[in-house]
């Protein structure tokens, strides 16, 4: 399990610290009110990983010597949130496009966690990925949202990097990584890039170009070419291949695999 280092990474992404693109505007979903979360404030081991209730602050998690062992969501925790946020913030808050809490929807995207939801017709699971990209959010009306899950195999190699306002602290830039790996070969890589968009966005092409390829330099560079193919302008039209921010989000990429 690795854990990530500050470092600055402008002059690697070949971009001046001070031109940074101003802040995306983050409001909730029009239809979320209608979906209100509950469940308990607290962290239960369950079936080897992690059940998180919706309710859970931040600071709960951060404090939890559970969490740590999920290094990605850790770091989210420990380098994209504030001690006030910490303290005022509930996990639900991932639900909503909101730029504190991108960092650690990323890592728990990276992690493939689940989420339990009640309703009329009971009990079911959805996966956070489909809640935050489909176009229209996956629940049904009277559907509440209690539970986050996270599977044990998250312990596995993990890793959150990230980049902030020089000025403000809120994050600019982040990428979560988790992957499983045989020796130096990557198994399964999920790479998911936050505080640049409305929501964090999956990077598919990039976490498939390195599935069974060793963990070196030369792969990942040959993945992060793969950028270019996800589509980000969707979401930003201000990341064009050869942008500042796009520079930087290749930087990050790298700089996450390879500490994995």
């Known amino acids: 399990m690795s854990t990530s280092t500050s470092f600055n ?11 940074l693109l101003p802040p ?8 979320f009110h209608s979906y209100p979360l509950s469940g308990f404030d607290a962290v239960i081991e369950k079936d080897g990983g992690l059940l998180i209730g919706a309710s859970t602050t931040f600071e709960t998690l951060f404090k939890n010597p559970l969490v740590r062992e999920y290094t990605a ?38 992690f493939d966690a689940t989420l339990f939801v009640l309703g009329p017709r009971g009990e079911r699971v959805i996966s956070l990925i489909d809640y935050l990209t489909l176009e229209n959010t996956p629940l049904t009306p009277g559907e509440t949202v209690r539970h986050f899950f996270v599977s044990g ?33 990557l198994e399964q890589v999920r790479i998911v890039l936050s505080g640049c968009t409305p929501v ?52 990050l990429i790298k700089r996450a695999v390879l500490t994995l």
Not at 24 to 31: D, F, G, H, K, R
Not at 83 to 98: H, I, M
Not at 205 to 220: D, H, N, P, W
């Open 24 to 31: 995306l505007a983050m409001e909730p979903p029009q239809n």
């Open 153 to 185: 195999e998250a312990r596995q190699s993990s890793v959150y990097q990230s980049v902030d306002y020089l000025r403000t602290g809120q994050p600019l830039c982040g990428v979560a990584t988790w992957a499983s790996r045989q020796n130096d070969v």
């Open 9 to 19: 990474p402008y002059e690697s992404a070949g971009m001046p610290a001070f031109h």
């Open 73 to 110: 969501l850790y770091m989210a925790l420990k380098t994209s949130t504030s001690p006030v946020c910490r303290r005022d913030k509930t996990l639900g808050r991932v639900l909503y496009q909101d730029r504190e809490a991108q960092g650690l929807a990323a890592a728990l995207m990276a």
């Open 200 to 251: 964090p966005i999956p990077l598919r092409r990039v976490s498939a170009s390195l599935c069974g390829k060793e963990c070196s330099t030369e792969q990942i560079e040959a993945a992060t070419r793969k950028l270019g193919e996800e589509r980000l302008m969707l979401y930003n039209p201000s990341i064009t291949i050869g942008s500042h921010l796009f520079n930087l989000a290749k930087t």
